[in-house]
């Protein structure tokens, strides 16, 4: 069972960047996903979720119509595009399953910075 995020990377303000992870281990598609991110000295904080068919997204109120959640059941993959990017988005990113939350991953470091 396993969680693999990538895409992360050093962005200017206002720019963006897509996050991807890869799910496996697991019957990806029954599952509830989300993105998570943890800035430095802070506690780990949901982003976005996204329904097993992918119908249904909800998203944190800071990044509501800048960010999207997206899924590719067939490839086993939840993605993230983030836009608009701010100094504030900086973290390290993570994805999980809303229900019964496995292993957390490497995650992706996401760095905003002029």
């Known amino acids: 069972v396993h969680l693999v995020e990538s895409g992360g990377g050093l962005v200017q303000p206002g720019g963006f960047l897509r996050l991807s992870c890869v799910a496996s281990?697991?019957?990806?598609?029954?599952?509830?996903m989300s993105w998570y991110r943890q800035a430095p000295g802070r506690e780990r904080e949901w982003v976005a979720g996204?329904?097993?068919?992918?119908?249904?997204?909800n998203y944190k109120d800071s990044v509501k119509g800048r960010f999207t959640i997206s899924r590719d059941n067939a490839k086993n993959t939840v993605y993230l595009q983030m836009n608009s990017l701010k100094p504030e988005d900086t973290a390290v990113y993570y994805c999980?399953?809303?229900?019964?939350?496995?292993?957390w991953g490497q995650g992706t470091q996401v760095t905003v910075s002029s």
């Open positions: 281990g697991f019957t990806f598609s029954s599952y509830d």
């Open positions: 996204i329904t097993t068919a992918g119908v249904d997204t």
């Open positions: 999980n399953r809303n229900s019964f939350p496995i292993d």
